[in-house]
Structure formats: C-alpha cells, structure tokens
C-alpha cells in the first residue's frame, strides 16, 4: 500500500462516518455540518487522485453553494435549530437503503468491468476541461444558477408572514367616501 491508498482509504472512511452522521443526527443544523465534512473529503479524495479541478469544482459548489443554501433555508423558514423528533426514524431503514445502494453500485461495477484491468487516457488539462464546460455545458450551468436563486426567493417568501396579508385593523370607509388619502387626524 502507497501512501496515496492509506489517504483515500482514511478521506473515504472520514466521508462515510461523516455521511452516517448527517443520516442520525437529530439536529438539522449539525446534519448540514456533517454534510460539509463529508463533502470536503470527497473533494480531498478528488485531490489525491490527482483531480484539482474536480476538487476544487467540488469545494465551491457542493460545500460552498449547495450546504449554504441548506443552511440559509433552514434558517429562513424558521426550522427547528436543536433536537427534534420530527427527524426520527429507525436506524436500520437507513442501514437497509446504504446497504443496499452499496451492494447495487458493487454488482454493477463488478458486472462492468469483469474485473478487467482498463486503460487510462492520458490527463487531461484544466485548460481543455475548461474550454469543453464552458463551450459545451454553458446552457446547463445557466440553468441550474436560475434553479438556485428561484430556491433562495422562495425561501425568503416561505419566511416572510407579512407576505400576502391584508392589515386587519384597516377599514374600507375610505373606499366608501370616494376614497382618498387621510391624514392622522382623517383629513384628506
């Protein structure tokens, strides 16, 4: 084993546990914590595997824009910030669904490859990845920054009571009367 294995074995082992804890945590603001360790040894993985773009691709939106927005909605609908009991749920659900979607990635990779050994292309540059993203994918990009800031509107309106309702201390004597403005001391 190279040094390279015993950091993406211990990257990937901090990425688990970390992702068990947004799972069991009880408290919402904790589990987007542990989402962000989680997401950060993705990124550290991506590092030793000699992706920097990736990484670094990884860092600003994942970590940086994604587990912000959580944390903005979170604080913005007024969520429960301590323990709640609404988050609940048995342990051995979420042990069945992580066992199981493991279990499926492995077959499938096993059923892909047969185990065979395969050739890599030569690396690529960030200079060529980023000419083919922002060539190529620009549309997708355009389309997923609108999705995101309709995401954060919508929170802001979810968070805002005073939205939509009428004073209910107003009367309409003003509409009666021909309308009009009035004055503290009901002139016009």
């Known amino acids: 084993m190279t040094g390279a294995d015993v950091l993406l074995l211990a990257l990937g082992l901090v990425a688990?546990?970390?992702g068990a804890l947004v799972v069991a945590s009880r408290h919402l603001v904790?589990?987007?914590?542990?989402?962000?360790v989680c997401l950060s040894a993705v990124a550290g993985m991506y590092l030793v595997l000699s992706a920097e773009l990736?990484?670094?691709?990884?860092?600003?939106?994942?970590v940086g824009a994604i587990v912000v927005l959580l944390l903005?909605?979170?604080?913005?609908?007024?969520?429960?910030?301590?323990?709640?009991?609404?988050?609940?749920?048995?342990?051995?659900?979420?042990?069945?669904?992580?066992?199981?979607?493991?279990?499926?990635?492995t077959l499938l990779l096993v059923n892909a490859y047969r185990w065979t050994s395969v050739e890599l292309p030569a690396p690529g540059n960030a200079e060529r990845i980023?000419?083919?993203?922002?060539?190529?994918?620009?549309?997708?990009?355009?389309v997923l920054s609108v999705?995101?800031?309709?995401?954060?509107?919508?929170?802001i309106v979810l968070s805002r009571h005073d939205i939509g309702r009428q004073n209910p201390g107003a009367d309409n004597?003003?509409?009666?009367d021909g309308g009009g403005r009035r004055d503290a001391e009901g002139r016009r």
Do not use: C, H, K, N
């Open 147 to 155: 999705l995101l800031l309709s995401a954060l509107v919508g929170a």
């Open 54 to 62: 990736v990484a670094w691709v990884q860092v600003l939106i994942y």
């Open 16 to 18: 688990v546990g970390s």
């Open 72 to 105: 903005f909605a979170v604080m913005l609908t007024r969520a429960p910030i301590g323990a709640s009991t609404e988050l609940d749920r048995p342990g051995w659900a979420a042990a069945l669904v992580g066992g199981g979607t493991g279990l499926g990635l």
């Open 173 to 176: 004597a003003s509409d009666a």
């Open 130 to 142: 980023g000419t083919e993203i922002f060539s190529s994918w620009v549309l997708p990009f355009e």
């Open 30 to 36: 904790r589990a987007g914590l542990y989402l962000v």
